[in-house]
């Protein structure tokens, strides 16, 4: 729909706290799994303060708060959400990070995002890239091969199965939950990732709750 964004921000800001309290801020192993995986690689790669770009931040638990506190290497980060409503649970869940500089919160559509070459050592999307237009996904990777720093690494999950359009009207059961995914297969995932200029390292199909099946990528640049 061609106001598709605007409607998941719209829901974003209805059901901010009945998501965080069921999705967003509970310790999801799976994705904590990942994090923790990634934060392996980046220790390896450097140690120097490392830069991380974190697409669909949410409010800022518990990802974006594992990866400031993480001290070997140190990490800054820059968040971004669709959903103002969310940003502003973010700036008060982090608000020491955001006084220091620790962390820049950007508030925004992702595909409008820009960002010089080189500008990160990591770029993370969870559960957020798989609400953009699938066509929208394959534009979005190729940006983030630019905006990765040799050596760099992306993290993010996809849907498992192909899908252009999903819709739920009443997505966590919300009055106002409209919301929408799409995806390509997972080896079409794949393809779009690699076709970013990323070396696939990890590539997994998961269930979450048994409900749902995501394809976890780690890509290197």
């Not at 061609?2 to 310790?27: E, F, Q, S």
């Not at 518990?62 to 993480?70: D, G």
């Not at 939950?177 to 696939?200: I, N, R």
């Not at 998961?206 to 099946?213: L, N, P, Q, T, V």
């Amino acid at each position: 729909p061609p106001d598709l964004k605007d409607r998941m921000k719209t829901t974003y800001d209805a059901i901010a706290h009945t998501y965080n309290a069921v999705l967003g801020t509970v310790l999801d192993p799976i994705r904590l799994d990942y994090l923790n995986r990634l934060l392996v690689l980046l220790k390896a790669s450097s140690s120097d303060t490392i830069n991380v770009l974190e697409l669909g931040c949410g409010a800022g638990l518990p990802v974006t708060k594992t990866l400031l506190e993480h001290t070997d290497p140190t990490i800054h980060v820059t968040a971004n959400d669709l959903s103002p409503v969310q940003l502003d649970l973010a700036r008060k869940n982090l608000s020491p990070y955001v006084e220091t500089g620790k962390l820049k919160l950007i508030e925004g559509d992702m595909t409008t995002l820009s960002f010089p070459p080189a500008s990160f050592t990591a770029v993370l999307g969870f559960y957020s890239i798989i609400h953009l237009p699938r066509d929208e996904q394959t534009v979005l990777l190729k940006k983030i091969g630019t905006w990765l720093k040799p050596g760099g690494y992306l993290l993010a999950n996809f849907a498992a199965e192909e899908r252009e359009v999903a819709v739920q009207e009443r997505w966590l059961g919300e009055e106002r939950g409209w919301a929408f995914w799409s995806a390509w297969d997972a080896e079409g995932s794949v393809g779009m990732v690699e076709g970013a200029g990323l070396e696939v390292l990890v590539r997994e199909v998961r269930d979450w709750k048994g409900d749902a099946s995501f394809l976890w990528v780690i890509g290197k640049k």
